[in-house]
Structures are given as structure tokens and as C-alpha cells.
């Protein structure tokens, strides 16, 4: 853990975020311009790999919308390559492709800033009927596994008696290079927000096969790169990939688990032999410098395990919409224009909301990433029953006194329902002031409401420089959730990463860094637009 009085590497973050900032003035560094003959390849492939193709699902798993976050219901399946296929499938596939005129590209199961797709995932897994035990890179346009290295039976046992029982492992990573091919220096926010939504993917899919997600938080980013390889592969400059995390897959209801792995099982993967040549992304990469060097300052090193009690607060808005689990999980997407007369119900809105609020036992905030640091401020603009103005959500009640001392004074913290963390802050229409610090974009104005997600910012990273990642993967994580429970109640959301960091900071009258907003998302009505066919997510494939 890097010491609190480390004023290079806690400066070095803060001057990066100050740096990546968006003002009405001015705009982040960017390319300023779209270089299409130089975009990456949004797929990474392993070449020179065994590789082992996945089977398709034959029949999503019998699960309803709540059963994304509950577990009760959900059967519990046994660990087979077609079960381990079918979680990738609902968590990190393909989910349809689009094409307009001769312009045609795929869509993911999770959301990516820009359909650039960073995040990369890896899987080890023990010995399985027809595939051997191994480190493994999913590449989801062929929907397989290629295979790095093998991981004897001896390595397993250990893991298994490590962990106390069966499970594999799962690693997420980020190609910084296919956000920043676009978005230049902020990229390496959007980065972390998409392997927020990759974490929240994994983590709900595993549920409905009946298995829990566990990040294991007391790895360093070192491990990582031994566990899964990356030190022993030959990148591209500016290709490789940065280790983000690594989780523990096991049967729902096994007694809890270590947050970390020891040292001897580490070294016995840094003697494994890893095989496999990168695929080449682009023509050439373009250094945005400081992304490498905030990248370096956010290194995890070890840490502690990390427990994380989020209580258990009663759902009080259950809804029963009429599509499935998976089927909410495969339709969902970005939603690139409102109905500006559509609104949700008063019911439908509490019950969006709700489903952001960590709780034990429910994916997929129940991964333990990080302690609830981040909270919803709203600008409600058509909630059937719901007065328009601007509303606080507190995802962690401990932070509610401290937040209402913070920021301005003539808010009147009305509480809308009893038991329920929401608040009126100020009545009045804010579709403008939406729209404004949303970076001028119309659809944070024009559908049922939009959101800030406001983070415990200067203390988190004062104490652990690491976790500037960690909160935008938990907005991320709320994100993902946001986009399920939209689609299940008939409406679409959209991920915002364009704002005016300050001027959202304003309106709350915050003029320091105690808290910051991350991530921005919107809710509504869509209007579809009808140039647009879509295919079947592998319809490509001969299988």
C-alpha cells in the first residue's frame, strides 16, 4: 500500500483527473478528429493458441428479473465447459450486430464508451470433461477460449483446498489504446468505467447459473500480470494489456472464501509457460502519456482481505416485469434518442433506483469491490406522481450527515418516501441544466430523468492511490444495473461519460475534491432509429 503522505502519487491522480476535466471553456485533450484507417481492432485474438469453441446456449436459464440479484430462485448448475460457455455467453458475448448502409458492427452483453471495448477476460480453469485444466483468453467474436498455458491437476488441488471448494477464475484487463484512439487523455476513465460494467455483467450472469462472483481485492496488479501471463507476452507498444482484477467463481451458498491467494500457488504460476502472439490492433499507437503514467500511479500492490457488510435493506418496490432474466440481459442497449413526452411511473422509477443499492447476498454489488462511496444526483424530469426537480439517492447512509454539511445550504433534503434513501432537493424544471453540463447533449434532457454519480473522492485515494480505479468501476457497476433495470421496465438508459465535471460540482455548491462526479447516465423513452438492421449475435459463426 502506497504511504498516506505520498504527495507524488496522490497528486500525480488528482492532477490527472484536474487535467482530463471537461469545462464549457474547453474540452479534454483528444484527437480532435476520427482517424478511421488507424481504429483498433475491437477483438483481441491469442494466434498460434489451442483454441476451443464454446457451444451456443440451447435454452437461457429459467429466471426471472429479480433473479438477476437475488439468488434463491436461481438452480445451481454444475461446472461443465456448456455451463461455463452459456455464463460467458450472458456476461461478455456477443448479443447482435448492426448495420446501416455498408456500415455493420457487433454489439456486447456489456457496455462499452463508444463501442471501443477495452476490456479484456481471461479464465483459469481446473481440468473439465474435453478441456484441460489451463489459463485461457475469451475472444467473443468466435465465442471461444484460447489457451495460454496449461494449470496441472497439483496447482487446482491447491486452489481448490486454498478456497475450500470448487470454482475458476476470472480476470479482467484494459487495452487503453482502444478507448484513447478516440478519446484521447479522459480514456483512461472510460476504461475503468467499462470494466465496472464487465465486473457487474459477470458477476449477475454467474448468478443465474447459481454461482457467486467474490473479487479477490487483496491481489496486487503484480499477481496479476504472473497469474494471467502478461509478463511473459510480447505486446505491441502501447497494445498490452493493464491487469484489473481477478474474481473467484464458486457455488452459491459455499462458506466464504479468502480475498487472496498465497504466495506459493503465485510462484508456481510463474513457472507455467504462456503461448500465444497478440493480434496487431492498428496501424500504430499513439501515446497518450498521461494514461501510462496515472496507470503506473494506480497499481493495487498487496493489500489486506477486505470484507464488506452492506446490510440487507428490504426491497420495497418489487416489480414483475414480463421478460426473462437472460432476455433482459441480451435485448439491452444504448439508447441514442427520447421520446421527450415518454415518462416511467412514480413505482417503476423507486424500483430502478432501488436496484442500485448494494446488499448482502445480492449481485452484484455482493463481489465486494469496495465499501457504497458513490451516490445519485437526479434531475427528474417526467416521473408520473413525482414532482420535477433535482433529488439525492444515498446509496450509504453513513455518508448522508456528512454530505448534507458539505454542499449548499438552502436545500431542503425532503425525504419523498419513508425508508427509502431519496430526497428532494429543489423543485423546478432542469431539463436545460441537464442537457448543459451534460455536454450540451440533448438526451440527458429529454428522457424521464438523467444522473450524476457523485463519489467519496479525496479520502478514498489519500488513503489507497488504487482505488481512484475502484470508484469508477463501482459507477460502472451501478451503470450496468441502471441499463438492466431500464430495459426491464420497458424503457432504456444510456451511459454519459461527457460532462462538465465543475459545473455539475456547482450545482451542488462543491469547490473541492471531498466528492466528484464520475460517470453520468440517462432514462427514457426510446425513439429507434429506423435505418438500422440488426442480426442475430453469431450468425457468423458455422456452429
Same mark, same amino acid.
Not at 167 to 192: D, H, M, P, Q, T
Not at 467 to 486: C, K, S
Given at each position: 500500500?502506497?504511504?498516506?503522505?505520498?504527495?507524488?502519487?496522490?497528486?500525480?491522480?488528482?492532477?490527472?483527473?484536474?487535467?482530463?476535466?471537461?469545462?464549457?471553456?474547453?474540452?479534454?485533450?483528444?484527437?480532435?478528429?476520427?482517424?478511421?484507417?488507424?481504429?483498433?481492432?475491437?477483438?483481441?485474438?491469442?494466434?498460434?493458441?489451442?483454441?476451443?469453441?464454446?457451444?451456443?446456449?440451447?435454452?437461457?436459464?429459467?429466471?426471472?428479473?429479480?433473479?438477476?440479484?437475488?439468488?434463491?430462485?436461481?438452480?445451481?448448475?454444475?461446472?461443465?465447459?456448456?455451463?461455463?460457455?452459456?455464463?460467458?455467453?450472458?456476461?461478455?458475448?456477443?448479443?447482435?450486430?448492426?448495420?446501416?448502409?455498408?456500415?455493420?458492427?457487433?454489439?456486447?452483453?456489456?457496455?462499452?464508451?463508444?463501442?471501443?471495448?477495452?476490456?479484456?477476460?481471461?479464465?483459469?480453469?481446473?481440468?473439465?470433461?474435453?478441456?484441460?485444466?489451463?489459463?485461457?483468453?475469451?475472444?467473443?467474436?468466435?465465442?471461444?477460449?484460447?489457451?495460454?498455458?496449461?494449470?496441472?491437476?497439483?496447482?487446482?488441488?491447491?486452489?481448490?483446498?486454498?478456497?475450500?471448494?470448487?470454482?475458476?477464475?476470472?480476470?479482467?484487463?484494459?487495452?487503453?489504446?482502444?478507448?484513447?484512439?478516440?478519446?484521447?487523455?479522459?480514456?483512461?476513465?472510460?476504461?475503468?468505467?467499462?470494466?465496472?460494467?464487465?465486473?457487474?455483467?459477470?458477476?449477475?450472469?454467474?448468478?443465474?447459473?447459481?454461482?457467486?462472483?467474490?473479487?479477490?481485492?487483496?491481489?496486487?496488479?503484480?499477481?496479476?500480470?504472473?497469474?494471467?501471463?502478461?509478463?511473459?507476452?510480447?505486446?505491441?507498444?502501447?497494445?498490452?494489456?493493464?491487469?484489473?482484477?481477478?474474481?473467484?467463481?464458486?457455488?452459491?451458498?459455499?462458506? =466464504?472464501?479468502? &480475498?487472496?491467494?498465497?504466495? @506459493?500457488?503465485?510462484?508456481? %504460476?510463474?513457472? !507455467?509457460?504462456? +503461448?500465444?502472439?497478440? *493480434?496487431?490492433?492498428?496501424?500504430?499507437?499513439?501515446?497518450?502519456?498521461?494514461?501510462?503514467?496515472?496507470?503506473?500511479?494506480?497499481?493495487?500492490?498487496?493489500?489486506?482481505?477486505?470484507?464488506?457488510?452492506?446490510?440487507?435493506?428490504?426491497?420495497?418496490?418489487?416489480?414483475?416485469?414480463?421478460?426473462?432474466?437472460?432476455?433482459?440481459?441480451?435485448?439491452?442497449?444504448?439508447?441514442? =434518442?427520447?421520446? &421527450?413526452?415518454?415518462?416511467? @411511473?412514480?413505482?417503476?422509477? %423507486?424500483?430502478? !433506483?432501488?436496484? +442500485?443499492?448494494?446488499? *448482502?447476498?445480492?449481485?452484484?454489488?455482493?463481489?465486494?469491490?469496495?465499501?457504497?462511496?458513490?451516490?445519485?444526483?437526479?434531475?427528474?424530469?417526467?416521473?408520473?406522481?413525482?414532482?420535477?426537480?433535482?433529488?439525492?439517492?444515498?446509496?450509504?447512509?453513513?455518508?448522508?450527515?456528512?454530505?448534507?454539511?458539505?454542499?449548499?445550504?438552502?436545500?431542503?433534503?425532503?425525504?419523498?418516501?419513508?425508508?427509502?434513501?431519496?430526497?428532494?432537493?429543489?423543485?423546478?424544471?432542469?431539463?436545460?441544466?441537464?442537457?448543459?453540463?451534460?455536454?450540451?447533449?440533448?438526451?440527458?434532457?429529454?428522457?424521464?430523468?438523467?444522473?450524476?454519480?457523485?463519489?467519496?473522492?479525496?479520502?478514498?485515494?489519500?488513503?489507497?492511490?488504487?482505488?481512484?480505479?475502484?470508484?469508477?468501476?463501482?459507477?460502472?457497476?451501478?451503470?450496468?444495473?441502471?441499463?438492466?433495470?431500464?430495459?426491464?421496465?420497458?424503457?432504456?438508459?444510456?451511459?454519459?461519460?461527457?460532462?462538465?465535471?465543475?459545473?455539475?460540482?456547482?450545482?451542488?455548491?462543491?469547490?473541492?475534491?471531498?466528492?466528484?462526479?464520475?460517470?453520468?447516465?440517462?432514462?427514457?423513452?426510446?425513439?429507434?432509429?429506423?435505418?438500422?438492421?440488426?442480426?442475430?449475435?453469431?450468425?457468423?459463426?458455422?456452429?
Amino acid at each position: 500500500m502506497a504511504p498516506k503522505n505520498d504527495e507524488n502519487i496522490v497528486g500525480g491522480i488528482f492532477r490527472y483527473h484536474d487535467e482530463t476535466k471537461h469545462h464549457y471553456e474547453r474540452y479534454a485533450r483528444s484527437p480532435g478528429h476520427m482517424d478511421w484507417q488507424n481504429q483498433p481492432n475491437p477483438f483481441r485474438f491469442y494466434e498460434k493458441t489451442q483454441v476451443i469453441e464454446l457451444p451456443l446456449l440451447k435454452e437461457y436459464p429459467r429466471a426471472e428479473y429479480p433473479d438477476l440479484y437475488r439468488r434463491e430462485n436461481n438452480q445451481q448448475q454444475v461446472f461443465t465447459i456448456e455451463t461455463i460457455a452459456g455464463f460467458l455467453e450472458l456476461s461478455l458475448g456477443l448479443s447482435a450486430w448492426k448495420a446501416v448502409g455498408q456500415s455493420r458492427w457487433s454489439l456486447r452483453i456489456n457496455p462499452s464508451s463508444g463501442n471501443l471495448h477495452p476490456t479484456e477476460a481471461h479464465l483459469v480453469l481446473p481440468h473439465l470433461p474435453g478441456v484441460p485444466g489451463g489459463v485461457y483468453h475469451y475472444n467473443a467474436f468466435t465465442h471461444a477460449l484460447e489457451q495460454r498455458t496449461e494449470v496441472s491437476d497439483e496447482i487446482w488441488q491447491q486452489l481448490a483446498l486454498h478456497f475450500g471448494c470448487r470454482g475458476f477464475l476470472v480476470g479482467l484487463s484494459s487495452i487503453f489504446w482502444r478507448e484513447s484512439w478516440k478519446y484521447g487523455e479522459r480514456a483512461f476513465r472510460y476504461c475503468n468505467h467499462d470494466v465496472g460494467h464487465a465486473l457487474a455483467a459477470v458477476s449477475i450472469s454467474a448468478n443465474l447459473f447459481g454461482w457467486k462472483v467474490t473479487y479477490l481485492n487483496g491481489l496486487s496488479d503484480d499477481a496479476l500480470d504472473t497469474i494471467l501471463g502478461f509478463d511473459q507476452t510480447r505486446y505491441e507498444n502501447l497494445a498490452g494489456e493493464h491487469p484489473d482484477l481477478l474474481c473467484f467463481i464458486r457455488p452459491w451458498g459455499q462458506s =466464504d472464501i479468502p &480475498r487472496s491467494l498465497p504466495q @506459493s500457488i503465485i510462484a508456481d %504460476f510463474a513457472k !507455467l509457460s504462456f +503461448t500465444g502472439t497478440p *493480434n496487431k490492433l492498428s496501424r500504430q499507437q499513439i501515446n497518450w502519456e498521461i494514461i501510462y503514467q496515472t496507470a503506473d500511479l494506480t497499481r493495487k500492490p498487496t493489500t489486506v482481505n477486505r470484507r464488506y457488510d452492506y446490510g440487507d435493506p428490504a426491497w420495497i418496490h418489487p416489480t414483475a416485469p414480463q421478460l426473462s432474466a437472460a432476455e433482459i440481459i441480451r435485448q439491452r442497449r444504448s439508447a441514442t =434518442d427520447f421520446d &421527450r413526452n415518454g415518462s416511467v @411511473s412514480r413505482n417503476q422509477f %423507486f424500483s430502478i !433506483l432501488e436496484s +442500485t443499492l448494494p446488499r *448482502n447476498g445480492c449481485a452484484p454489488f455482493d463481489a465486494e469491490l469496495i465499501k457504497a462511496s458513490t451516490h445519485l444526483l437526479i434531475f427528474v424530469h417526467h416521473i408520473e406522481g413525482l414532482t420535477p426537480g433535482l433529488y439525492f439517492f444515498c446509496r450509504n447512509d453513513q455518508e448522508l450527515n456528512p454530505i448534507k454539511q458539505l454542499i449548499r445550504s438552502d436545500f431542503i433534503w425532503q425525504p419523498v418516501e419513508n425508508k427509502f434513501p431519496l430526497y428532494l432537493l429543489e423543485e423546478g424544471n432542469y431539463r436545460q441544466q441537464a442537457m448543459r453540463v451534460s455536454c450540451h447533449q440533448d438526451i440527458a434532457g429529454s428522457g424521464a430523468f438523467s444522473l450524476g454519480m457523485i463519489a467519496q473522492f479525496k479520502a478514498s485515494i489519500t488513503d489507497e492511490p488504487f482505488r481512484y480505479r475502484h470508484l469508477f468501476w463501482e459507477t460502472g457497476m451501478i451503470g450496468q444495473v441502471l441499463y438492466l433495470a431500464a430495459e426491464a421496465h420497458g424503457v432504456r438508459g444510456t451511459g454519459i461519460g461527457c460532462f462538465f465535471d465543475d459545473a455539475v460540482h456547482e450545482i451542488l455548491g462543491i469547490n473541492d475534491n471531498q466528492y466528484q462526479s464520475l460517470y453520468h447516465f440517462t432514462i427514457g423513452r426510446p425513439v429507434e432509429d429506423p435505418r438500422l438492421r440488426t442480426y442475430p449475435a453469431y450468425h457468423h459463426l458455422s456452429r
